[in-house]
């Protein structure tokens, strides 16, 4: 069975409040939908979002809170640290592994609708950078539901609506003129589909957890193959989930990626490790420098601790060359080089 409540859910992030506020403020006091909201936050940060919007809107915003019914011409927000899920008619929290780098993630309420309410569902991507929104949009799109996106053209940050675009076949620009009818649920409800259980495992709290298994090889229902690629976020290996327009990976405990947030958590991971060998060459100097004042101030063996001064001197040099390319790639990963010719890239 599904839920009796169709849904509105609108993935924001970067340069996306004006476009949000403007789309709130569009919605008439009798909406006929459970409206969720994931914007992208600081998982740590302090934020007004449903006061802003309810001075905005017709309809009553407040944080989702866990467990709670959802109810037509309500609008529940994300909370900072929290995936927003719909299950059953409810509003469900989650402190599961990100998503997309995210938590909360557009990614896992859009999965979550589609699962919950199938072609009920009605999904908008608003400006953002990189692509957490479009797997779930090509779910929403599977199932039958609308996708919405904001203009990529007059969009503060391109790159989210048009991974949407690309990942969903129906996906609409979304006009800027009459944006209530639009967005008005489609009329009736019907059976879900079972596709999108298959293809996330982001839906439920539950499917983010691991599954015990005596097959080092084995994959969750819906993943496509294993990959030799690790997590970014815990190292574990990575599964490719294939879906008709986009294919995105996700580990066995459950962090998972679209293409583009894979690279750049890949890149942020590198630099992670470079500065990790930097501090390691420097602090294998301090020792070697160490053990010569040492041998220097007892008199012990002199040529030994002309073996320490050299190595540390050696160690003291790759460790000031590897920081300085580090540096250059970290401002401009494109630019950053190993001999004058050729890009690294991120």
Request: proline content about 7%.
């Amino acid at each position: 069975m599904t839920d009796s409540v169709p849904l509105l859910v609108i993935g924001a992030s970067a340069g996306s409040f004006p476009t949000l506020v403007t789309l709130v403020a569009a919605l008439p006091a009798d909406f006929p939908a459970a409206v969720l909201i994931c914007q992208h936050t600081g998982e740590r940060g302090r934020s007004h979002l449903p006061n802003i919007l309810g001075r905005r809107t017709r309809l009553p915003a407040s944080w989702a809170d866990d467990g709670h019914a959802l109810r037509p011409g309500q609008i529940y927000a994300a909370p900072p640290g929290r995936h927003l899920l719909a299950h059953r008619g409810l509003v469900r929290l989650s402190t599961g592994p990100r998503v997309n780098r995210h938590r909360p993630s557009v990614d896992v309420l859009f999965a979550s609708a589609a699962e919950s309410v199938g072609p009920a569902t009605t999904a908008v991507v608003l400006s953002g950078v990189l692509d957490d929104g479009a797997v779930g949009a090509a779910l929403v799109d599977l199932v039958g539901g609308r996708v919405f996106v904001e203009d990529p053209a007059t969009a503060e940050f391109s790159s989210m609506p048009r991974a949407a675009l690309a990942a969903a076949p129906s996906a609409q620009v979304m006009p800027t003129d009459g944006l209530a009818q639009i967005l008005l649920p489609a009329p009736g409800l019907e059976e879900v589909s079972s596709i999108a259980v298959l293809n996330t495992g982001a839906t439920r709290e539950e499917a983010m957890h691991s599954e015990t298994s005596n097959d080092p090889g084995f994959l969750k229902p819906g993943e496509s193959r294993l990959t030799r690629l690790a997590c970014p976020d815990c190292g574990g290996g990575l599964a490719q989930v294939d879906l008709p327009q986009i294919t995105y990976f996700r580990c066995h405990v459950g962090h998972q990626y679209g293409p583009q947030s894979l690279a750049a958590a890949q890149a942020e991971a590198s630099e992670k490790q470079l500065w990790s060998a930097v501090a390691a060459m420097e602090e294998q100097a301090v020792v070697q420098g160490y053990l010569e004042s040492l041998d220097a101030t007892r008199g012990t063996d002199l040529a030994l601790a002309g073996t320490y001064r050299s190595s540390a001197t050696e160690l003291t040099s790759r460790a000031a060359a590897l920081r300085e390319r580090v540096q250059r790639w970290a401002s401009d990963p494109d630019q950053a080089d190993t001999g004058g010719s050729g890009s690294d890239g991120d």
